[in-house]
């Protein structure tokens, strides 16, 4: 938890490190994830957020070095959920 929010952050093998939250981590700290494993289940509402739950994500490089995560290359997360049977249409 950070700020009393479910984060996951996870360390690329490139040094690039990506957070999300909030959620509710179904993965252990310093565990290996693979590309498409889940990483955790969005928890709903806080303050700000229109929708019953919103997702904020973002990276780094170094210590205190933050960028924009859409502008990375060849990153593209697969965000979905987990239950289709839930999803907004």
């Known amino acids: 938890p950070v700020g009393g929010r479910g984060v996951v952050s996870i ?3 490139d040094g690039l490190r990506t957070t999300y939250q909030p959620l509710r981590p179904v993965v252990v700290t ?3 994830v693979g590309t498409g494993q ?3 289940l969005l928890l709903p ?3 700000g957020c229109p929708e019953p739950a919103c997702l ?3 990276a780094r490089t ?4 933050y960028i924009d995560p ?3 290359p060849d990153f593209a997360p ?3 959920p987990l239950d289709q049977r839930r999803r907004r249409r």
């Open 11 to 13: 360390r690329h093998d």
């Open 30 to 32: 310093g565990a290996t």
């Open 38 to 40: 889940p990483i955790g």
């Open 45 to 47: 509402g806080h303050p």
């Open 56 to 58: 904020h994500w973002g």
């Open 62 to 65: 170094g210590l205190r070095t």
């Open 70 to 72: 859409t502008l990375l």
């Open 78 to 80: 697969e965000l979905k």
